[in-house]
């Protein structure tokens, strides 16, 4: 069942949507670089015996395992709420909305001080307009 929002409710979550966004863009951020250093330390190997009895790569996968759990843990968050998370690098969200009697997805994108554009359930993002004055 989809959750519909109104300008106003979907504006009150814009605080909390935005901490949320930046919290699974420091994730995605350590997650390249443990992955980054993962790939190092696998070349390393490659061509040096490990010591024996135990595995260079634990901890880091480990690491991994652990921010892949609690980014998937703040995704599943958004979907709980109704909140459509479009994009993590652009911060870009939607909320369904029924809007002059028409379903369409109030649209905000991190930086924006609140919601000002919407656009149709199958146009995405380029076909955002402006909300008009009511």
């Known amino acids: 069942m989809t959750t519909f929002f109104s300008l106003a409710e979907a504006n009150a979550m814009i605080p909390s949507v935005k901490l949320d966004i ?9 997650y390249r670089e443990k992955h980054d250093e993962l790939q190092l330390l696998k070349a390393y190997f490659r061509k040096h015996v490990p010591p024996a009895g135990r595995d260079p790569f634990f901890t880091l996968e480990c690491e991994m ?21 479009k994009d993590i690098d652009t911060g870009l969200v939607d909320f369904p909305a029924i809007w002059n009697g028409h379903e369409v997805l109030l ?8 919601i000002t554009h919407y656009h149709g359930m199958e146009e995405g993002f380029a076909g955002r307009k402006k909300l008009a004055e009511e």
């Open 65 to 85: 395992d652990f921010l892949q759990m609690e980014g998937n843990t703040i995704v599943k968050s958004f979907e709980l709420k109704g909140v459509q998370l």
């Open 22 to 30: 930046e919290k699974l863009q420091g994730i995605k951020q350590q």
């Open 107 to 114: 649209c905000w994108r991190q930086g924006e001080d609140s």
